[in-house]
């Protein structure tokens, strides 16, 4: 079973400068999380949906953050402007359940390095 | 809201012994699960061990079981016969059994395996 793939593996930017990542879930996963991981700190979510549609997105700084999963299955997610503190690593994440409790598992991609200079 | 703390940033453990990571955290919920990550180096994060909070037996997998203890709110990962490829950034994390699927992280603990 192939697992989530994220691209880019690394990107490099300047402050103020716009970015894109991708994220193609597990086949068949209804359930896609963005989280951002701080070096030093845990994933923190950034935003879920449940097919195509938003679930969670309140640690989302919507002022320059934004995510799309068009269709309920793919999913990118936008930075614009960038900032020195969005330098981390994005993880996508992916389950095959719909909301109903906490017994799903996750599966992560490999993430994208963000460095914002 | 709930919070989940590691307490040890880092640990080292020789080669075939036995290593404990510590975890904590606050609910007012009932019920709930809790896990254990694990992100080596390159950085794909993998599901260790989950621990249903209505269950009172520690759950096992292989090597690695835990110490869940409800009412102390503390979910200890030990690892058995510690291996170099379990050298890696292990973090502890908390989600809601009941609508909100949210899971947070602790700010985990790097465990090194010494030869």
């Known amino acids: 079973e192939a697992g989530v793939a994220q691209s880019p593996r690394y990107k490099i930017i300047e402050k103020r400068q716009s970015v894109a990542f991708w994220c193609n879930p597990i086949?068949?996963?209804?359930?896609l999380y963005w989280y951002q991981q701080i070096l030093g700190q845990g994933p923190k979510l950034l935003i879920q949906?449940?097919?195509?549609?938003?679930?969670?997105d309140s640690q989302l700084p919507k002022d320059r953050f934004s995510a799309e999963r068009l269709k309920g299955v793919d999913s990118t997610l936008k930075i614009q402007p960038a900032k020195l503190e969005d330098s981390a690593v994005y993880l996508c994440?992916?389950?095959?359940?719909?909301?109903?409790?906490?017994?799903?598992?996750?599966?992560f991609g490999p993430g994208t390095r963000l460095t914002v200079l | 809201a709930q919070t989940v703390t590691q307490s040890q940033p880092e640990m080292s453990v020789q080669e075939a012994e036995t290593v404990t990571l510590s975890c904590t955290y606050d609910t007012s919920e009932s019920d709930y699960y809790l896990f254990w990550y694990k992100q080596p180096p390159s950085r794909q994060m993998i599901l260790v061990i989950r621990?249903?909070?209505?269950?009172?037996q520690n759950a096992t997998e292989n090597r690695f079981s835990v110490n869940f203890q409800k009412a102390a709110k503390s979910f200890s990962l030990k690892i058995s016969d510690s291996q170099l490829g379990d050298a890696a950034m292990y973090f502890c994390?908390?989600?809601?059994?009941?609508?909100?699927?949210?899971?947070?992280f602790g700010k985990g603990t790097r465990l090194h395996i010494l030869p």
């Open positions: 949906f449940q097919n195509n549609g938003v679930v969670d």
């Open positions: 994440a992916s389950s095959k359940a719909l909301l109903a409790g906490g017994s799903q598992k996750e599966f």
């Open positions: 621990q249903e909070a209505y269950k009172q």
């Open positions: 994390a908390y989600r809601s059994a009941g609508g909100d699927d949210k899971i947070i």
């Open positions: 086949s068949g996963h209804a359930t």
